[in-house]
């Protein structure tokens, strides 16, 4: 059988350079704790996204429970059913009741128009989440937000570097957090980063992720422990120097499979937004089982069999899982366009060593059916 054809595959750095790094840290002896290499990967960060502040955190799930607390949100929060996980978790972590409102089958974000109707009076905050890095109708976001004066902290996980007109995306609501765990477009192995407006506000992060302490004596707030290494900073440092290269080997693939997919009745998928620089983190394509022939399923798992591993991002949604399931939003009825693109979606293999064979071989997949 032919090579496995995974969903993604890891930017890893040039082992030998990353060998010099790793000197350079045993050296000092200085392995974590706000490090140089901390500071430096805070400020090349700032460079590359365009944002003034940034703080790097140990994974991508603390920076959003770490937001939660540093706004002191409490209450109820609108968030999106179409996302992985942890989005909801984190209001889960801080005692926050979710509340999901469905999603625009345009951006597969929150849908602007049906917020409204769940804001009630304990609520305090949005959470919407720029799923698969496509930008959500943040404009619209806002302007509730603004009307009934809610935070909107974005879930920003899979939109490293995307800008609309030249902005970064990370500059919308009041916070923003990424993730860069092994299989995103940028990966520190484990890491993430919370992107903030203003240094007062920088700072009460830097002392939250290390457990409110603000000086040798003196603890400010019930923080965590949400550091991230020198091991880890040096390793994402590196990565960052090639990260350009691999969002444009994905562009490649992204074209490729939209000039092959093109013609296929009852498979669709998205193109690139007017003005918008995407990371092509994920490849959705949408399937109708009528017009196709064939369920998403039968699809998937067919493609298993051929070694082809696209993953059903984001099947089942989080409003299915036990822990969510008995709440009033939580219901099918509720969240429609949700429910249909998680049943239509595969995400096809995406990754900057993707080849023009393997490429090929997916295609095939889904133009031989
Ligand atoms: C990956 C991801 C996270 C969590 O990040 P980790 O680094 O794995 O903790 C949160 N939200 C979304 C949408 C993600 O895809």
Not at 145 to 165: C, M, Q, T
Not at 284 to 302: H, L, S, W
Request: hydrophobic letters at 40%; charged letters at 25%; proline letters at 5%.
């Amino acid at each position: 059988m032919d090579k496995q054809i995974t969903v993604t595959s890891p930017l890893l750095p040039n082992l030998d350079e990353f060998q010099f790094m790793l000197k350079e840290i045993w050296d000092s002896k200085w392995i974590t704790n706000n490090g140089s290499f901390h500071q430096r990967l805070e400020a090349a960060l700032c460079e590359y996204l365009k944002v003034p502040y940034i703080s790097v955190f140990t994974n991508g799930t603390l920076p959003l429970i770490t937001a939660l607390q540093a706004l002191r949100i409490t209450g109820e929060v609108i968030t999106t059913p179409y996302s992985f996980v942890a989005t909801t978790h984190a209001l889960w972590w801080n005692g926050i009741k979710p509340v999901f409102v469905d999603i625009d089958p345009a951006t597969g974000g929150i849908d602007p128009n049906k917020i409204e109707a769940a804001i009630t009076p304990k609520t305090t905050a949005i959470m919407p989440v720029h799923v698969y890095g496509k930008p959500c109708k943040t404009k619209e976001i806002q302007e509730i937000a603004d009307k009934y004066g809610l935070r909107v902290i974005y879930d920003a996980a899979h939109a490293f570097g995307v800008e609309v007109n030249g902005k970064s995306i990370l500059e919308e609501g009041d916070m923003s957090t990424l993730s860069f765990h092994a299989t995103k477009v940028y990966n520190t192995l484990e890491g993430g980063a919370l992107v903030v407006h203003d240094e007062k506000m920088k700072r009460r992060i830097d002392y939250l992720k290390n457990f409110g302490f603000a000086g040798e004596t003196e603890v400010v707030a019930p923080g965590i422990n949400s550091k991230m290494d020198e091991v880890r900073a040096a390793y994402g440092l590196l990565n960052l120097r090639q990260v350009d290269a691999a969002i444009e080997a994905r562009h490649q693939v992204a074209i490729l499979y939209r000039e092959a997919l093109s013609s296929i009745e009852g498979i669709t998928f998205w193109d690139d937004m007017p003005g918008v620089r995407h990371n092509y983190s994920y490849f959705p394509i949408f399937v109708n089982a009528e017009k196709y022939g064939m369920t998403r399923d039968e699809q998937y798992f067919k493609m298993r069999e051929q070694g082809v591993y696209g993953r059903r991002y984001f099947y089942p949604l989080i409003s299915e899982f036990s822990t969510y399931r008995g709440l009033p939003s939580a219901r099918k009825e509720n969240l429609p366009e949700a429910h249909k693109m998680a049943d239509s979606v595969i995400c096809l293999p995406m990754h900057h060593e993707l080849s023009k064979d393997e490429i090929n071989r997916v295609i095939n997949c889904i133009i031989n059916k």
